[in-house]
């Protein structure tokens, strides 16, 4: 709260007895105070059990809380401001009129529907032509939105860095899982090893499978992640998330399930489907009471002309059959106006500092992305459900768990530099690709790597090196400045998920393997490159 020197003091009110050669003042003050789109209140001066009280009030300050003007007659001016300690500052206030002071500030005003409006208020004392202060004028400017707005692009900055802080993680791990991957593989190939040291180290190749998962939701949650569409079960994924989302509704709420017998195979992103769930149902949390419960909901539907459309429906849903994801929950349920903005970037019912509005928005644009559709069913006081299709597919789920591959058994005589930052992942390679025949050259950094390639005094045939992560831009620099002095070099990328696709080279002249990599991917990928036609 702060008080504010006023200069000169607020005018005094013109007579409206004062008709000499002027219309009447008082109905022309009267009018511009109307049409003020600022909410203006005069108060008495004088402080009583309800504060001060309103004698008048002009329709803008009405249409802003709710109330009638002989309602606000009624409250006083105690019963409207939210925050405890501006009352006594109000009241200090008063009992200082003389000195000519502003007193402004902002916070919360009570609704006559019980919720609050965030606004800027500014009490000026008005005094009549002997200098003798008569009553208040309090002018009231509705931040509501603005501040919704504020704390929406606070929210974003925070995930951003937090996304940021994410995949940075997600890049250092992608590399130990590299590194992890290809030493099972090397260790699976080699002599034979006895039964129960295989099987242990098929366990050790099934964590990083998982591992490697993870970090993918990592980076989901950072938004650093192209589309990566595969065939999953969508109930397979509703149960693997069952866990986590229960314990968002716990203690005094619940989760249950009612999934369909089908395994009702789709093809998305299973980590930003994982997102729509999570979003979904954080929505249908917040709008539940005490003991209220969510419920996930799985079902295979055939939409044919008859019900393919719906009033809900932003565009009617092609004819097909479609695997369904319901979330429903029995809260306190949105009117029709509010369903009509749900989906609107920034939208909210929530309180300040309880919701962004980005979270619709974003599973609206994963919906979309995936080829699918929503629909929204509710009511005030019954309940909400929200409706993902999502096009069944007929293809079997793409297993996520795969065996430890063979390194295939590939062979050449060509010449390869390696860029890699990581000095294990950068060895590692080295040793392999130098087992199988290839002359190596490795550097940690681009710039070494570019002057050993001059100092070599013949042609690289093969280029490895890392798109994205701390040294993204170096790589495609390097990538530039070998080209130019080696122009039939083939470049093999090792790219982390959230990293654009290289497009400086011709198809047959590039190629790309996601960290974390499988080894025998990449061994086949340098055949590959250096077999095509040049």
């Known amino acids: 709260m702060r008080y504010l020197q006023s200069t000169p003091p607020f005018p005094a009110l013109p007579d409206a007895r004062d008709t000499r050669d002027k219309p009447p003042a008082a109905p022309l003050l009267a009018a511009a105070v109307h049409a003020q789109s600022e909410g203006v209140l005069i108060v008495e001066k004088r402080w009583t059990r309800k504060g001060l009280k309103i004698i008048f009030a002009n329709e803008s300050f009405c249409a802003m809380t709710g109330h009638t003007v002989s309602g606000l007659r009624e409250l006083g001016l105690a019963t409207l401001h939210v925050e405890t300690d501006t009352l006594p500052r109000l009241k200090d206030w008063v009992s200082h009129l003389q000195s000519g ?45 603005k501040r919704r707005l504020q704390e929406a692009l606070v929210h974003s900055q925070r995930l951003d860095a937090v996304g940021r802080l994410a995949g940075g993680v997600a890049h250092d791990f992608n590399n130990l899982l590299s590194v992890i991957n290809g030493y099972c593989e090397i260790l699976a190939t080699k002599a034979p090893i006895r039964r129960q040291a295989s099987r242990e180290l098929e366990e050790i190749h099934l964590a990083s499978q998982k591992a490697a998962l993870l970090v993918r939701q990592l980076l989901a949650f950072s938004r650093r992640q192209a589309m990566n569409p595969k065939v999953i079960s969508l109930n397979q994924l509703v149960r693997d998330n069952a866990e986590i989302l229960s314990r968002l509704l716990k203690p005094s709420k619940s989760l249950a399930l009612s999934l369909d017998t089908e395994s009702l195979n789709i093809r998305v992103d299973p980590a930003q489907l994982q997102q729509v769930l999570l979003n979904l149902t954080i929505n249908a949390r917040d709008a539940l009471a005490e003991g209220g419960q969510v419920t996930l909901t799985t079902a295979l539907r055939e939409i044919t002309g008859e019900n393919q459309s719906d009033p809900s429906d932003l565009e009617p849903i092609p004819t097909g059959r479609y695997a369904v994801l319901a979330v429903h929950d029995n809260g306190i349920g949105m009117d029709e106006q509010t369903q009509s903005h749900l989906f609107e970037p920034f939208f909210t019912t929530k309180e300040p500092g309880h919701g962004t509005g980005l979270g619709l928005a974003l599973v609206y644009g994963v919906v979309q992305q995936s080829g699918g559709h929503i629909r929204v069913h509710s009511a005030p006081r019954v309940g909400s459900t929200f409706e993902i299709f999502l096009p069944e ?46 002359t ?95």
């Open 440 to 534: 190596v050259l490795s550097e940690r950094t681009a710039d070494d790597g570019l002057d050993i390639a001059r100092r070599l005094g013949r042609p690289i045939d093969l280029l490895i090196t890392q798109i994205g992560g701390n040294v993204g831009s170096e790589g495609e620099k390097l990538v530039r400045d070998l080209h130019a002095e080696h122009p039939q070099v083939r470049v093999l990328a090792t790219c982390n998920p959230d990293c654009a696709p290289l497009a400086m080279l011709s198809a047959d002249r590039v190629a790309c393997v996601t960290k974390p990599f499988a080894l025998s991917a990449l061994i086949k990928s340098v055949r590959t490159l250096l077999d095509a036609k040049k």
């Open 101 to 145: 002071t502003v007193f402004s500030g902002e916070g919360g005003l009570l609704r006559k529907d019980g919720t609050a409006l965030f606004a800027a208020w500014n009490y000026c004392p008005v005094h009549d032509e002997r200098g003798r202060v008569t009553h208040i004028v309090a002018t009231f400017r509705d931040l509501t939105e």
């Open 393 to 438: 597919v007929r293809e079997p789920v793409q297993a996520i768990h795969a065996p430890i591959p063979t390194l295939p058994g590939t062979r050449g005589r060509e010449t390869v530099l390696i860029v890699e930052e990581d000095d294990v992942i950068r060895k590692m390679v080295a040793s392999i690709l130098t087992a199988d025949g290839y």
